[in-house]
């Protein structure tokens, strides 16, 4: 069975600083991949997603991830977070075939940005 | 449009109670998840429907729990008898999914549940 892994769990950044949050995934097969992200108190929503193209997917507020295959990461990114930005972040995977909708998230990462 | 609705936002109750926690998905989405978080395990999938029908139940902890979908607009996960341990934010959401391929998973607000 495929995994997620989140290695950061917890993150704090000064507003401004350079942001970037580890993903990896065990499964040698063709794969889609996401993040979503948790703002306090609400419920998951996708931050971008990727199927197939270019490997470097640009997403909503600025975020965006990279999908390197050698290496089974897909790292996001934002050169610049804001203390809005505070919130969980999830990475998650579905194999392309045969993996019907099932997404297997990673446990998360907490980003705390302080002003 | 609403976005996936559940009911209720939170609720407490004891151990050996039953629980039902409703979802209303997104008005013709035809794919519907029920997930559970907890610190310890994270976001796990419980199970999945495609057209009303429970497609992969493996995330399933035990026969405690059991989850239908009735109707396209409707589906309830029950605990029957809840326990301490089932203690956690329960997550529905629903996709568009042709064919079954996959597709952005719209997740509902979530379910505190809290079992003394």
């Known amino acids: 069975a495929q995994s997620v892994s989140q290695h950061n769990h917890h993150v704090i950044l000064s507003e401004a600083a350079s942001l970037e949050l580890g993903c990896n995934y065990s499964?040698?097969?063709?794969?889609?991949l996401f993040w979503y992200v948790q703002y306090p108190g609400q419920h998951l929503q996708l931050l971008l997603k990727?199927?197939?193209?270019?490997?470097l997917v640009k997403g909503i507020k600025g975020f965006e991830a990279e999908f390197i295959k050698s290496k089974f990461s897909f790292n996001l990114r934002k050169p610049s977070v804001q203390w809005s930005d505070t919130a969980e972040y999830f990475c998650?995977?579905?194999?392309?075939?045969?993996?019907?909708?099932?997404?297997?998230f990673g446990t998360g990462t907490q980003l705390k940005v302080e002003l | 449009d609403a976005g996936v609705i559940q009911s209720p936002r939170h609720e407490v109750t004891e151990m050996g109670q039953e629980v039902t926690l409703r979802c209303k998905p997104i008005?013709?989405?035809?794919?519907l998840f029920w997930y559970r978080q907890t610190m310890m395990r994270g976001l796990e999938l419980l199970i999945y429907?495609?057209?009303?029908?429970?497609?992969?139940d493996s995330g399933m902890p035990e026969d405690r729990f059991s989850a239908k979908m009735p109707n396209a607009s409707f589906s309830t996960l029950k605990i029957q008898p809840s326990e301490p341990r089932d203690s956690a934010v329960y997550f529905c959401?629903?996709?568009?999914?042709?064919?079954?391929?996959?597709?952005?998973?719209?997740f509902g607000p979530g379910t505190r549940l809290t079992v003394l």
């Open positions: 499964y040698g097969g063709t794969v889609n």
């Open positions: 959401a629903s996709s568009l999914s042709p064919s079954g391929s996959l597709d952005t998973q719209y």
């Open positions: 990727y199927f197939s193209g270019d490997p």
């Open positions: 008005s013709g989405h035809n794919s």
């Open positions: 429907f495609n057209n009303n029908v429970p497609i992969d």
């Open positions: 998650a995977v579905n194999p392309s075939t045969g993996g019907g909708n099932k997404l297997t």
